[in-house]
């Protein structure tokens, strides 16, 4: 079983930076596709950041040159660092691992934008 934990959320005020981590358990982590996703209540949770094993990134237009995600394979985390945050970023974040039908999630972590 692969377990994600997620750390570094908090409130932030517009134009403010944050950095979430997430720590994945297992020794099989640099084979999985990892991504950032956020959620709003009411809303359906959204793709912000795709990493691929070999570090290829993919991002939501509306973080485009705001928000940067790396991994590390040797410590088996995947960081998302978020600059110029917006009152719109506020959400629960959460960390996910996936390969082909495997999927895997954290518990998520609050980001709060405001002043």
């Known amino acids: 079983q692969v377990q994600l934990v997620e750390s570094g959320g908090g409130l932030v005020e517009p134009g403010g930076s944050l950095r979430l981590s997430c720590a994945v358990s297992?020794?099989?982590?640099?084979?999985?596709?990892m991504g950032w996703y956020r959620q709003t209540p009411g809303k359906q949770r959204e793709l912000v950041a795709l990493?691929?094993?070999?570090?290829?990134?993919n991002y939501a237009d509306s973080v485009k040159g705001r928000f940067t995600i790396s991994r590390d394979n040797a410590k088996n985390t995947v960081d998302l660092q978020m600059n110029s945050l917006k009152p719109e970023d506020t959400a629960v974040y959460y960390c996910?691992?996936?390969?082909?039908?495997?999927?895997?999630w954290g518990q998520g972590t609050q980001v709060t934008v405001s002043s």
């Open positions: 996910n691992a996936h390969r082909l039908t495997l999927s895997f």
């Open positions: 990493i691929t094993p070999s570090g290829t990134t």
């Open positions: 297992g020794s099989i982590f640099s084979i999985f596709h």
